[in-house]
C-alpha cells in the first residue's frame, strides 16, 4: 500500500514537471511569434520609403525639358525640343511622385539661338551659370520672386534681352560674374535684397543707360560696367566702400558719379575713357590712385580730394589725356607721381605741390601739358623723371625749394627737353645728375646757375644740346663728366667755364657754338684744356677764380608768408660780403651780409628790382 502510494508521488511530480516544461515551450513558441512580427514591420518599413519616393540623382526628360532629381525636387539640365516660344514646367512626374521645379541647371539652354521667349516656373529658386548663355533671340526675360540666385554668365550673350523684370516682392539676394553681360538691356531695377552684385555683371552692356545699386551692397566688382558705352547715371550706395578695376571703363557717356565716402579703394582704370565726366571728388580714406584711373577722361575739369585725404600715390597715366583739366593740387601725403600721371593735359596751366612730401616725379607725368607755366620742386624731390616736363612749351619758371633740408635729386634723360619759354634755371646744390637731353631744343634758356657748393657729378650727352639763347655758363668743380654733344649747337655760347681739373669730356661737347669769339676758362693741365687743344677752342687760364654772383632771378614772394631765398656764387675766396649795390629791397625785407640771406615776411604787394655786390671777404 505503502509502495502504491509512494509510486502515485512519483507520478504527481513527473506530470508537474511535464507541465512545467510544456508551459516554458508554449512562452518560447509566443517569443518566437513576437520576433517574426517585429521583423516583418522593420522590413515594411525599411520598404516603404522606397515604393513612396523617387530615388535621389533619377534623371528623365519631359516634353524635351531634361531634368534631374535632387533631394526632392528638379533641375532642368537641358532641352533637346525645337520650339522657339517655350514654358519651362512647374513640376516633373517621377514615377508617379511629382516633384517641383526648383531650378534651372548650369549650361540648361545654352546657346539655343533660336528660343525667343521662356517662361521661368513661380517655384525656380536658382538659376545656374550660364544657363541661357548666348540665347541670342531671347528677347526679354521675367525672373520669378522666388528666385534668390542668379549665377555666372547666366544671361551672358543674350544679345537681345532689353528689358528684364523681377517679380514683385523678388527674394534674389546674388547676381553672379557676367551674369547680364552683353545684353540689350537698357536700364534694370534691381531688387532691394539683393547684397552681392559680382564681377562683369552687366559689362558690355552698350544700350544701358541707367541703373541704381540697392542699398545692401557694399562692394562695385571688377569691370561691372566696362563698356557701357550709353550710361549716364548711376545710384551708388553710401554703403560702398571699394571699386574694382576698370568698373566703369569706356562708360563714354557717364557726366557724374558720386563716390561714395566710405570708399578707401579704386581700382585700376576704374573710369578710363569717362569721355564726359566733367567732376570728380576722391574720398578722404583712398590711399592710391591706381593705374590709368581717369585716363582719357578728356572732359573732366575739375578733381577734388575730401578734407582729411589718406592719398600717397598717384600711378601711372592715372589722369593721361584729360584735356580740360585746369588745375591740380598734389595733397600734402603723396610721394610719388607715376609715369605719364598727367601726360597730355593740354590744358593744365597750374600744378600746386601742398607740402613737402613729394620725393618722385616718374618719367612722363607732364608731358606735353602745353598750358603748363611754372612749376616748384618740393624740397624732398629725389627724382624728376625721363621726360617729365617734355614738350611743356610754356613752361617759364622752374623753381627748386633748396635749403639745408633738401635730398639729392637727379634730372632724368629729357626731363625738360623742348620746354621753349624756359629762359632760366638755377640747378641746386643737391642735384647729383643731368641726364641726357635734359634741357635739349630749350632755344630760349640764355641763364643755367649752378651753386658755388654744388654736388653734381654728371652732365649727360645732350644734355643742353641746341639751347640757342645760353650766352655763357660755369660748370661746377664737382662735375666728373660731360657727355658727348653736352652744349652742341648752342649757337650764342661764347664763353664756358670749366672749374673742374679732371672732368671726363664726350665727343663734341662745344661743337656749333660761339666759343671762338671767347673760349673755355679753365685750369693749367686740366682735362679741359687738353679738350680746348684737341679741338681748337680757345682757351684762357684760370688762377684764382673772382667772385661771380650766379643768381639772376628771385621767385615771387607772397603777402604775409615768410620768405627765404639764398643767393648763389662762384668764385675761390672763402667768404664774401653781401650787400646791396642799389635799387632796394621790399619792405621788410634784409639781405645777411654774410649768408646772402634774403629773407623776412613781405607786409604787401609790389616789385622791386635792385643789384647786390659781392665783396671778397
Known amino acids: 500500500m505503502n509502495k502504491k502510494k509512494e509510486g502515485m508521488k512519483m507520478n504527481m511530480k513527473t506530470q508537474k514537471l511535464l507541465c512545467e516544461i510544456n508551459a516554458i515551450l508554449g512562452q518560447a513558441q509566443t517569443v518566437k511569434k513576437l520576433l517574426a512580427i517585429l521583423l516583418a514591420a522593420v522590413v515594411l518599413f525599411t520598404l516603404l520609403p522606397i515604393t513612396a519616393f523617387a530615388a535621389d540623382g533619377d534623371t528623365g526628360t519631359t516634353d524635351g525639358f531634361e531634368w534631374r532629381e535632387s533631394y526632392g525636387t528638379a533641375e532642368i539640365t537641358g532641352y533637346t525640343g525645337t520650339a522657339t516660344v517655350i514654358s519651362i514646367p512647374g513640376t516633373i512626374n517621377n514615377g508617379g511622385t511629382s516633384l517641383p521645379v526648383a531650378s534651372i541647371g548650369s549650361y540648361a539652354f545654352s546657346g539655343k539661338n533660336t528660343i525667343t521667349a521662356v517662361t521661368i516656373p513661380e517655384s525656380v529658386v536658382n538659376i545656374g551659370m550660364w544657363a541661357f548663355y548666348a540665347c541670342t533671340a531671347l528677347g526679354s526675360i521675367n525672373i520669378p520672386a522666388a528666385v534668390n540666385y542668379i549665377d555666372e554668365q547666366a544671361f551672358d550673350g543674350c544679345t537681345s534681352i532689353a528689358t528684364v523684370i523681377f517679380g514683385a516682392g523678388s527674394s534674389l539676394e546674388f547676381i553672379g560674374g ?48 566696362s563698356g557701357c558705352s550709353a550710361l549716364t547715371s548711376i545710384g551708388i550706395p553710401a554703403g560702398v566702400t571699394s571699386f574694382g578695376y576698370s568698373v566703369f571703363d569706356g562708360c563714354a557717356a557717364l557726366t557724374s558719379i558720386n563716390i561714395p565716402a566710405n570708399v578707401t579703394s579704386i581700382g585700376y582704370n576704374a573710369f578710363r575713357g569717362c569721355a564726359s565726366l566733367t567732376s570728380i571728388t576722391i574720398p578722404s580714406g583712398v590711399i592710391k590712385i591706381e593705374n590709368e584711373t581717369f585716363s582719357g577722361c578728356t572732359n573732366l575739369a575739375a578733381v577734388n580730394f575730401a578734407v582729411g585725404t589718406s592719398l600717397n600715390s ?53 608731358q606735353d601739358c602745353t598750358a603748363l607755366s611754372s612749376i616748384t620742386i618740393p624740397r624732398y624731390m629725389s627724382t624728376i623723371g625721363n621726360s617729365a616736363f617734355q614738350g611743356c612749351i610754356s613752361l617759364s619758371s622752374v623753381n627748386f625749394v633748396d635749403d ?127 679738350f680746348c687743344t684737341a679741338n681748337t677752342i680757345p682757351f684762357h687760364y684760370l688762377t684764382d677764380r673772382e667772385t661771380v654772383i650766379i643768381t639772376t632771378s628771385l621767385p615771387n614772394g607772397t603777402v604775409n608768408v615768410p620768405y627765404s631765398q639764398t643767393l648763389h656764387r662762384i668764385g675761390d675766396a672763402a667768404a664774401v660780403t653781401w650787400s646791396i649795390e642799389s635799387g632796394s629791397l621790399p619792405d621788410s625785407l634784409s639781405l645777411d651780409a654774410d649768408t646772402g640771406v634774403i629773407s623776412g615776411t613781405p607786409t604787401a604787394s609790389g616789385s622791386s628790382t635792385f643789384t647786390v655786390k659781392a665783396v671778397n671777404g
Not at 211 to 218: C, F, H, Q, R, Y
Open 404 to 530: 639745408a633740408a633738401s635730398q639729392p635729386k637727379t634730372i632724368g634723360s629729357s626731363a625738360f627737353q623742348g620746354c621753349t619759354a624756359l629762359t632760366s634755371v638755377n640747378i641746386p646744390r643737391r642735384v647729383t645728375a643731368i641726364g641726357s637731353s635734359a634741357f635739349n631744343g630749350c632755344t630760349n634758356l640764355a641763364t643755367v646757375n649752378f651753386t658755388s657748393d654744388s654736388n653734381l657729378t654728371s652732365i649727360s650727352d645732350n644734355a643742353f644740346q641746341n639751347c640757342a639763347a645760353l650766352t655763357s655758363l660755369s660748370i661746377p668743380a664737382s662735375v666728373t663728366s660731360i657727355g658727348s654733344n653736352a652744349f652742341q649747337g648752342c649757337t650764342s655760347l661764347a664763353k664756358a667755364t670749366v672749374n673742374s681739373k679732371t672732368a671726363a669730356f664726350g665727343s663734341s661737347v662745344f661743337s656749333g657754338t660761339a666759343l671762338d669769339s671767347d673760349g673755355v676758362y679753365g685750369y693749367d693741365d686740366s682735362t679741359a684744356e687738353t
Open 314 to 366: 598717384i600711378g601711372n597715366s592715372a589722369f593721361q589725356g584729360c584735356a580740360a583739366l585746369t588745375s591740380i593740387t598734389i595733397p600734402t601725403g603723396v610721394g610719388t607721381l607715376g609715369n605719364s600721371a598727367f601726360q597730355g593735359c593740354t590744358n593744365l596751366a597750374t600744378v600746386s605741390v601742398e607740402g613737402d612730401g613729394l620725393n618722385t616725379i616718374g618719367s612722363s607725368a607732364f
Open 178 to 225: 557676367g551674369a547680364f553681360s552683353e545684353t540689350a538691356i537698357t536700364s534694370i531695377d534691381i531688387p532691394a535684397g539683393v547684397t552681392t552684385i559680382r564681377e562683369g555683371a552687366f559689362m558690355g552692356c552698350a544700350a544701358l543707360t541707367s541703373i541704381n545699386i540697392p542699398a545692401g551692397v557694399t562692394s562695385i566688382g571688377d569691370e561691372m560696367f
